[in-house]
């Protein structure tokens, strides 16, 4: 994928991480930086048996080991704390190669080395990009796998052994002479067998045969394999002769002169003449009728070995399909067990989902009719404001009433003791100031003092019957 869709993607999956724009920010750096890694999104197992959905950086981590460089799976988890929790390395390994344990690997591949152990003590100085390097730097010292001795011994096949040689397709060698004139007609002939048709053109080969003359005595010639092209045959040479005895020509289907040198008679008879005979049938201009003699006539040929290059390359093109089988069913398993792992959270939330529903049905009921009896209230106000604004202000002394006779009379007896409490101050000031006399300051001292002590004793009788009399009290119908 591009780099942009692979930036949105990682986008998308940091989500869930609560320092999301650091993990995105580090494994974005390291991508340019490691262009053999790849992120993903997959489950990790814990050890106590948990499973989460994890963000991974997986692929071939480039070192180089004593000259030479090499290329180590790995696979490190983010962990949901990240970057204050350190990550979680592996070494993947392949199909050819085994876990090679030490100090800072275990059997299951799982790296920690002191980066990774002094993770914690300091996580705001760590990043994923120095992690992937200490990696790096530490497999370079120590390789964490080797490859898995091959026996081979038990697994050869017959495709290791080298094939058999091909048969030779050079004539024996007959000794030559001067052609000698067209013989008659052969004799009867009868076919043991024909050469196969595959063989390329122009090759020669001897094939088995026999055939029946006058004098059983007389020793077949060879029969040569017919080369395509088919044209008509040139006129055949003398046989070669025994003595007492001239050997009957070879078959018109032979071969031409130029791939079987004429035959050399033996003996200056001159042939015998033999009885003129049937022409035998043209079996390479007949196909239907060929195909049917060598199919009747001949043995099968025997198979073709097996090209041992050939099934190198099916072997390792098996093996490949395996192992990319291997991982995705493997990789397939994983999302079955993540979706398994969502479905039953799904169905164990879906009660506290309903639950959760009809809790807030319930306050959406409740707050419908707070609502409606908070509306009437409003509207009830809005209504009594018009009302008071429609009367207008009232005035001050209408407001400071009492609802009996009794208690105006109490209230404008307490007003009247305190208006005179308020003017013996104010004579007593006068007096300290020298604008009234000690005669009148006593003389009207001496009068309100009267007035006052009738007012509180009348006071004083109304509260005791009103103490006596419950309806005769001060408070208010509200309280």
Excluded at 96 to 112: A, F, I, Q, T, W
Excluded at 194 to 209: C, D, L, Q, T
Excluded at 372 to 394: C, F, H, M, Y
Aim: proline share 16%.
């Amino acid at each position: 994928m591009s780099s942009s869709l692979t930036q949105k993607w990682l986008r998308q999956t940091v989500q869930p991480y609560p320092n999301h724009p650091r993990v995105y920010a580090d494994v974005d750096s390291v991508l340019p930086r490691f262009p053999t890694l790849r992120p993903k999104s997959d489950v990790y197992t814990f050890d106590d048996g948990r499973t989460q959905l994890l963000l991974c950086i997986h692929g071939l981590l480039p070192i180089t080991y004593r000259q030479a460089a090499y290329n180590i799976p790995v696979a490190v988890w983010l962990p949901r704390d990240y970057p204050r929790q350190s990550p979680i390395a592996y070494v993947v390994p392949t199909n050819e190669m085994l876990v090679k344990p030490g100090k800072y690997v275990d059997v299951s591949g799982r790296c920690n080395i002191e980066y990774i152990q002094h993770w914690e003590r300091k996580d705001e100085g760590r990043s994923l990009s120095a992690l992937l390097e200490a990696l790096q730097e530490h497999f370079s010292r120590e390789p964490p796998v080797y490859s898995k001795p091959k026996d081979v011994s038990v697994n050869q096949t017959y495709a290791d052994r080298p094939p058999p040689p091909l048969p030779s397709n050079r004539p024996s060698p007959v000794p030559q002479s001067s052609p000698p004139s067209r013989p008659s007609k052969p004799p009867s002939i009868q076919f043991q067998g024909y050469p196969p048709p595959n063989y390329p053109v122009g090759s020669i080969r001897e094939s088995p045969h026999s055939f029946r003359a006058d004098s059983p005595a007389v020793p077949p010639p060879p029969l040569l394999a017919y080369a395509l092209p088919v044209s008509p045959p040139p006129p055949p040479p003398r046989p070669p002769a025994i003595p007492s005895y001239v050997s009957p020509p070879p078959h018109p289907f032979a071969a031409a002169p130029n791939y079987l040198p004429a035959p050399v008679a033996f003996t200056p008879e001159p042939p015998r003449p033999v009885p003129p005979h049937a022409p035998i049938p043209d079996l390479l201009d007949e196909d239907n009728g060929a195909s049917a003699f060598v199919a009747s006539s001949f043995p099968a040929p025997p198979p073709r070995p097996p090209n041992p290059e050939l099934l190198r390359l099916q072997s390792e093109v098996h093996q490949k399909i395996t192992s990319e089988l291997n991982s995705l069913s493997q990789a397939l398993a994983l999302d079955a067990e993540r979706l398994r792992a969502q479905q039953a959270d799904l169905l164990a939330g879906e009660p506290a989902i309903k639950d959760e529903m009809a809790r807030l049905e319930a306050v959406r009921d409740v707050c419908r009719s707070v609502a409606n009896r908070t509306r009437q209230a409003v509207q009830q106000a809005e209504s009594n404001i018009t009302e008071l604004r429609r009367k207008g202000d009232p005035e001050v002394d209408e407001l400071v009433c009492a609802t009996s006779i009794v208690h105006n009379q109490l209230i404008n007896l307490i007003a009247d003791d305190n208006a005179i409490e308020d003017t013996i101050y104010h004579l007593h000031r006068a007096l300290n100031a020298g604008r009234i006399d000690l005669e009148r300051f006593l003389r009207s001292t001496r009068v309100l003092a009267e007035e006052q002590f009738m007012k509180r004793a009348l006071i004083e009788k109304i509260q005791t019957s009103m103490s006596t009399m419950p309806s005769l009290s001060m408070a208010p119908d509200w309280a």
